[in-house]
């Protein structure tokens, strides 16, 4: 599967940002997708989560009540609706796909096997 982010860019905190990933593959809506993000000089990190059905998602404690994680299989396509946006926000964000079917969101940056090139957020203060 190839996984394509965008929608990052400039925002002054408290704005907010809507990320897409579009995936191309008939078995996109079997996989649990991820949403990631790496600061410089930082390790990447997980974010957000959602299982294939859309059922069940899962956040990082940083961005919890502020980022939201959805998926629209017929369309292919992951989103991530950031909201309340902070400086220490900015970073290359990464959607991730997992192929394995698990009992619940994986959270390791080893877990996913199939990454998106990334799409920088920057928020300014």
């Known amino acids: 599967v190839q996984l394509q982010a965008f929608g990052g860019g400039l925002v002054q905190a408290g704005g907010f940002l809507r990320l897409s990933c579009a995936a191309s593959?008939?078995?996109?809506?079997?996989?649990?997708m991820g949403w990631f993000r790496q600061a410089p000089g930082k390790e990447r990190e997980f974010v957000a989560g959602?299982?294939?059905?859309?059922?069940?998602?899962y956040y990082a404690d940083s961005v919890k009540g502020r980022f939201t994680i959805s998926r629209d299989n017929a369309k292919n396509t992951v989103y991530l609706q950031m909201n309340s946006l902070k400086p220490e926000d900015t970073a290359v964000y990464y959607c991730?796909?997992?192929?394995?079917?698990?009992?619940?969101?994986?959270?390791?940056?080893?877990?996913?096997?199939?990454w998106g090139q990334g799409t920088q957020v920057t928020v300014s203060s």
């Open positions: 991730a796909a997992d192929p394995i079917i698990y009992f619940t969101i994986r959270i390791k940056v080893n877990e996913y096997a199939y």
């Open positions: 593959g008939r078995t996109f809506s079997s996989y649990t």
């Open positions: 959602i299982m294939w059905s859309g059922g069940s998602t």
